[in-house]
Antibody, heavy 122, light 108 residues
Framework: QVQLVESGGGVVQPGRSLRLSCAAS????????MHWVRQAPGKGLEWVAV????????YYADSVKGRFTISRDNSKNTLYLQMNSLRAEDTAVYFC???????????????WGQGTLVTVSS | SYVLTQPPSVSVAPGQTARITCGGN??????VHWYQQKPGQAPVLVVY???DRPSGIPERFSGSNSGNTATLTISRVEAGDEADYYC???????????FGTGTKVTVL
């Protein structure tokens, strides 16, 4: 079955960087788009970024554009989120999720990983 | 930016029907997807493309979309349906995905 496992979360100071990973298994990773979605404590869901199956097309939420970079390594079945210039408002659980097809557009998210917590605090 | 508005909460008795709305400008022209999230868990897709159900989701979950409102309907509500529900669309004018504000469903 499809399995997504996030890692890399932790406590980081404002202005510093962190890289999240999402290890995928149970499907042909290189054929599907992949997403990052986050949820601040006690808040709703916020889409962060999506990448197409081949890593060429990438889209970002306005709140992270220019600071976060989504990437993937299809040889390792792994999705990444490089987060730079972190702010307190980036504190959230970060989920990776699989797209239903190869592109990042007109997608739904299914399934989701269990998430990894990022806390930005001094 | 495209805004999706949901009621903060909906309360329903067991066995009754819960209707959760998702309002957006001409949302009927978009494909709407719905997620269920229980406390401490990752969201789960319950309806995609307005009214389709993923495998494993009970027929009690259904969706519709027209005009400025999309609706998730949960029939014969059970205690296990108590959760937060979110709608989601692709905003093609800005190339980004948008989630609704979320609705907490309480089973009385």
């Amino acid at each position: 079955q499809v399995q997504l496992v996030e890692s890399g979360g932790g406590v980081v100071q404002p202005g510093r960087s962190l890289r999240l990973s999402c290890a995928a298994s149970g499907f042909t990773f290189s054929s599907f788009g992949m997403h990052w979605v986050r949820q601040a404590p006690g808040k709703g869901l916020e889409w962060v970024a999506v990448i197409s199956y081949d890593g060429i097309m990438k889209y970002y939420a306005d709140s992270v554009k220019g600071r976060f970079t989504i990437s993937r390594d299809n040889s390792k079945n792994t999705l990444y989120l490089q987060m730079n210039s972190l702010r307190a408002e980036d504190t959230a659980v970060y989920f990776c999720a699989k797209a239903p097809h190869s592109s990042g557009e007109h997608n739904w998210f299914d399934p989701w990983g269990q998430g990894t917590l990022v806390t930005v605090s001094s | 930016s495209y805004v999706l508005t949901q009621p903060p909460s909906v309360s329903v008795a067991p066995g009754q029907t819960a209707r959760i709305t998702c309002g957006g400008n001409n949302i009927g022209s978009k494909s709407v997807h719905w997620y269920q999230q229980k406390p401490g868990q990752a969201p789960v897709l319950v309806v995609y493309d307005d009214s389709d159900r993923p495998s494993g989701i009970p027929e009690r979950f259904s969706g519709s979309n027209s005009g400025n409102t999309a609706t998730l309907t949960i029939s014969r509500v059970e205690a296990g349906d108590e959760a937060d529900y979110y709608c989601q669309v692709w905003d093609s004018s800005r190339d980004l995905h948008v989630f609704g504000t979320g609705t907490k469903v309480t089973v009385l």
